[in-house]
């Protein structure tokens, strides 16, 4: 009997100790393939040091979701709980801004004017078909500053579970860039090049006012260079990144010198370059053409010496959006979206963080770049499709070819390449040549910089309403999201990123889905292998149980 009391006595003392053990010593372990419930490295260190409460509203709440979202909103509980175990600062809720009838209106328009535009789904359940609304959007707020976070990642072409997968895949660096906006304060600048006839303002308001919640914006003036080359260089090293969207206007050596040694001091740059004249606009008028000539912008020594070059042939392609055209007379003329292969839509790189998925860009008129041998590091970030051709300049472009049913055999040159990433030691394009003009401390060899370039000057170019620039994220010629605006800002944020964020795009997660269809066919068969089966098992295993006990007792 002592023997048994000691026993029982050491079972509860260990199981004491464990337990006081394990209230100390607290782990998580993360047994998934793709480590989706573990953070990465760098959206740790933007959290693990606030010090006061980061509140997360998640709208992401409804009793009548698709079962794709169910899994969206359940993924998204379970990688803020991770953010919350590393830092007890950051506090959630999930809120249904439209089950009370009385306040739905009114929660609707407050979310709308905050730019949390809600989505209509389709929800086929048992064979029957309804519509469902949701607002797949966070608001994260920290110290009176607020922040919308996108909980969905679209896609062209994509369905109700592609839609999920990309957006799960996207969540870790939806919050984590949130987290970051509103926690690090801003610090790096920008430089908008201007004095080359560059894009006009209010054509790039839109992503302009997007990257001013990141970084300092500052238009830049190069016209005075001549005058005083050292203060402008001075003054443009003073700038992490410079931004030269569509310049029209041939650059002069002064001003091609400082740019490169901008270069050579570390100097980050983003070139988008129209290599041909023509805009789609010139083909509104009578005749409904124009001709494309080829643009000199004096830049091609340069790009040459960095390892690129951009070719004056307009690159055409089966896979683009369409153009907007008025059909018919009077009072039977109508819009309609005709076949349009001058605006390629452009797929991304998935093996880079830039464009890993990214949703299609659109181009207008791009041009073909050539990556050229040497020891700069080169990554094609975008290209167009294989049923892709080149047309040399001059040419003259028409309206009627969205009439005409294209020839597919000349669509054979494949995927051509429409923006490339630059990294590395890059060497001056005026090493060994006379300068244009004195400049002080002059470098034939870059310290390690990047640089991205896109055969597209309209790539950055938004449109203009009555209510003035419109998304960036959204083409009206498709009315569907285009991935402009977030592969510009993931451009940017690439180049000037010292905290790997960025990198966290690269995450692979993969999101598996029930087959609907078979789910449907097969629904009866399922429900009587998961509730009869195990009943008639039940039932033969008490006859068979009956049936030995009574022979045995009975003999």
Do not use: C
């Not at 001056?428 to 000057?457: C, F, W």
Request: hydrophobic share 40%; no cysteine.
């Amino acid at each position: 009997m002592k023997k048994k009391i000691k026993h029982i006595a050491l079972v509860l003392i260990s199981a004491i100790a464990i337990n006081i053990l394990g209230n100390k010593v607290y782990s998580r372990f993360d047994l998934t393939e793709d480590k989706r419930y573990t953070l990465s490295e760098s959206a740790v260190n933007i959290i693990k040091d606030v010090d006061s409460p980061i509140v997360i509203d998640v709208f992401l709440e409804g009793n009548d979701f698709p079962a794709e979202f169910r899994r969206l909103q359940t993924e998204t509980k379970q990688l803020i709980e991770e953010f919350s175990n590393i830092n007890d600062n950051i506090v959630f809720s999930f809120i249904d801004p439209i089950e009370n009838e009385a306040t739905r209106d009114r929660n609707i328009d407050q979310l709308n004017a905050r730019g949390l535009t809600p989505m209509e789904l389709s929800v086929t359940e048992s064979g029957k078909s309804s519509k469902a609304v949701v607002f797949p959007w966070a608001l994260a707020s920290y110290n009176e500053q607020t922040v919308t976070i996108p909980l969905i990642k679209n896609k062209i072409g994509s369905n109700q579970q592609e839609l999920v997968s990309n957006s799960v895949q996207h969540l870790e660096y939806a919050f984590a860039d949130g987290f970051s906006k509103l926690i690090n304060p801003k610090r790096r600048k920008i430089a908008i090049l201007k004095g080359n006839d560059q894009i006009e303002d209010k054509y790039i308001a839109d992503f302009a006012r997007k990257l001013g919640e990141y970084y300092f914006l500052a238009p830049f003036p190069l016209d005075s260079v001549s005058k005083n080359p050292q203060t402008i260089l001075k003054a443009l090293n003073t700038f992490d990144l410079i931004i030269s969207a569509k310049p029209t206007k041939a650059f002069n050596e002064d001003e091609k010198f400082v740019l490169d040694q901008y270069t050579m001091n570390g100097g980050k740059s983003l070139w988008l370059i129209d290599k041909v004249a023509i805009e789609k606009d010139s083909l509104y008028n009578d005749a409904g053409s124009n001709f494309a000539v080829a643009r000199d912008l004096n830049l091609t020594d340069v790009f040459f010496k960095y390892g690129i070059r951009i070719n004056p042939s307009i690159v055409a392609d089966l896979y683009s959006a369409p153009i907007m055209l008025a059909t018919g007379k009077d009072n039977d003329t109508r819009l309609m979206r005709l076949r349009w292969p001058y605006a390629p839509l452009a797929k991304g790189n998935p093996y880079h963080p830039i464009t890993n998925n990214l949703n299609l860009v659109k181009f207008d008129f791009a041009n073909q770049i050539d990556t050229l041998k040497n020891s700069v590091e080169k990554t094609i970030l975008l290209r167009s499709s294989e049923r892709s051709k080149l047309e040399g300049v001059p040419r003259e472009i028409s309206i009627e070819k969205a009439t005409e049913d294209p020839n597919l055999d000349h669509y054979n040159n494949g995927n051509q390449t429409l923006a490339v990433l630059l990294e590395g030691e890059f060497t001056s394009a005026y090493k060994n040549r006379i300068k244009p003009i004195k400049l002080q401390n002059v470098k034939d060899k870059s310290i390690p910089t990047k640089m991205i370039v896109i055969a597209d000057g309209d790539v950055i170019k938004n449109n203009i309403d009555r209510k003035g620039p419109t998304s960036l994220a959204f083409d009206r010629s498709s009315n569907q999201e285009v991935g402009n605006k977030e592969f510009l800002l993931n451009a940017v944020n690439y180049l000037l990123d010292d905290n790997g964020l960025i990198n966290i795009r690269s995450k692979e997660i993969a999101v598996a889905f029930l087959n609907r269809e078979k789910t449907a066919a097969e629904k009866t068969k399922w429900q009587l292998i998961n509730i009869a089966l195990p009943l008639a098992l039940l039932g033969l295993f008490g006859l068979v149980f009956g049936f030995i006990r009574k022979k045995k007792y009975t003999s």
